[in-house]
């Protein structure tokens, strides 16, 4: 019978196989079995620990790194307090320092983009330690106190921070769509309200799903084969009429 862990460690291995951009085909052809084998085996999500091993020595992967995600798979969110919240709100430009430290920035890249002297570098760091959010040590070196992707909503105190930044990403998007990895996608029509909430259960699963799949590509891959990447979704009922402008016209 299979098992909730039997199917946790293959959908993990699939993940990985994923990440590596290795295909079924291709694991068949290494491991001198057929292509419908290894289907049948993620199919039923029955692995035997020697096969296991097999796939896992194909993309160079530790068995043991499978298993320890096939346990703790879930993404890690970090939450902050509201006072943090607060203080972030009131100074955008360390809400930006701490995004790029908690997205594994190196204090020199940020220095070098950014031109920052030391004392500006050291006075961000000294401050985030200050309200909790890193742990300030020599040199300018520092550990995070949040570990994870930073969990923050909108309607809160850092709404105005996270609106902003949605609106120069879109922007961003609109001017780039079509390059290599970027896509503006917009449309109006009518629905029933049974649709509209299909549509946005099936945004939110896309979205948990690639989360999911983005969390497994950082586990097993290198940093240099990743790429930095932001969504955003948006589905909402919307009235274009008298949110549009339609000023007279004077002749």
């Not at 530790?62 to 970090?78: G, M, T, W």
């Not at 006075?123 to 040199?139: A, K, Q």
């Not at 879109?170 to 509209?196: C, I, P, W």
Request: charged residues 25%; negative net charge; glycine residues 4%.
């Amino acid at each position: 019978m299979r098992t909730a862990a039997n199917a946790e460690i293959t959908n993990a291995l699939k993940g990985a196989l994923k990440s590596k951009g290795m295909t079924y085909r291709e694991v068949a052809e290494k491991l001198d079995l057929s292509e419908k084998t290894i289907k049948r085996l993620f199919r039923d999500k029955d692995c035997s620990l020697t096969r296991l091993n097999d796939i896992c020595d194909l993309i160079d992967l530790s068995i043991f790194d499978l298993l320890d995600f096939a346990k703790n798979y879930n993404e890690p969110l970090a939450k902050l307090s509201y006072q943090q919240q607060v203080y972030l709100g009131e100074n955008p430009y360390h809400f930006n320092f701490l995004i790029l430290l908690t997205t594994e920035h190196p204090i020199e890249q940020i220095q070098t983009t950014y031109d920052l002297s030391d004392v500006s570098v050291f006075r961000y760091l000294r401050d985030l330690d200050r309200e909790g959010l890193i742990e300030l040590g020599p040199n300018n070196s520092y550990k995070l106190r949040t570990q994870g992707k930073l969990l923050m909503q909108l309607h809160g105190p850092v709404h105005h921070n996270i609106l902003q930044k949605n609106e120069q990403f879109l922007n961003y998007v609109v001017q780039h769509d079509g390059e290599k990895g970027t896509q503006f996608n917009s449309a109006f029509r009518f629905m029933s309200e049974h649709t509209l909430m299909a549509l946005n259960q099936d945004l939110t699963n896309l979205s948990r799903q690639y989360r999911k799949q983005a969390y497994q590509d950082e586990v097993f891959l290198p940093k240099d084969k990743l790429v930095p990447v932001k969504w955003t979704t948006l589905a909402s009922p919307f009235s274009i009429c008298g949110e549009w402008e339609l000023p007279e016209l004077e002749r």
